[in-house]
């Protein structure tokens, strides 16, 4: 059941799944019910998000030179990296050859917060994340 472009409603998306958990309005019942499983299983995951997006924000300015942003991403897309759960050693060994930035790898919201925020445990959060340049 796939419409002209490209999308079928009638199964879930990672991406509107992602939508739904920042509270966003891009998805469909289908996503929203895909949700409420993921949810049973990782009660944190809405928090892990949105501290996903806001570490993106971050890092995306720190790197905010065009020609930077253009390497980054090509790099991550050659990877072939999918999204999965890596724990902290595994993802310090992805930066290896990398200058790590400050603070290094450590839970996305812990990685140059803008602002006070409440007290997380990095399991709350959900993932690692470093930002690193090139030696």
């Known amino acids: 059941m796939t419409n002209e472009r490209g999308v ?3 199964k879930p998306s990672s991406a509107r799944i992602y939508d ?4 966003g309005k891009d998805n469909y019942e289908v996503d ?3 949700a409420a499983k ?3 299983v990782w ?3 809405a928090s892990g998000v949105h501290h996903n997006r806001d570490f993106m924000a971050r890092a995306v300015r720190t790197l905010s030179d065009l020609e930077t942003m253009r390497r980054a991403l090509a790099t991550y897309r050659a990877s072939g990296v999918h999204a999965q759960n890596r724990n902290r050693d595994e993802v310090t060994r992805l930066f290896d050859g990398y200058e790590l930035l400050d603070p290094g790898v450590v839970g996305v919201h812990r ?3 803008e602002a006070d925020l409440p007290e997380w445990r990095d399991a709350e959060a959900g993932c690692w994340a470093g930002v690193a340049r090139k030696n």
């Open 8 to 10: 079928d409603p009638s």
């Open 20 to 23: 739904y958990f920042l509270g």
């Open 32 to 34: 929203r019910q895909a």
């Open 38 to 40: 993921i949810l049973e």
């Open 43 to 45: 009660p944190t995951v």
């Open 111 to 113: 990685w140059r917060p």
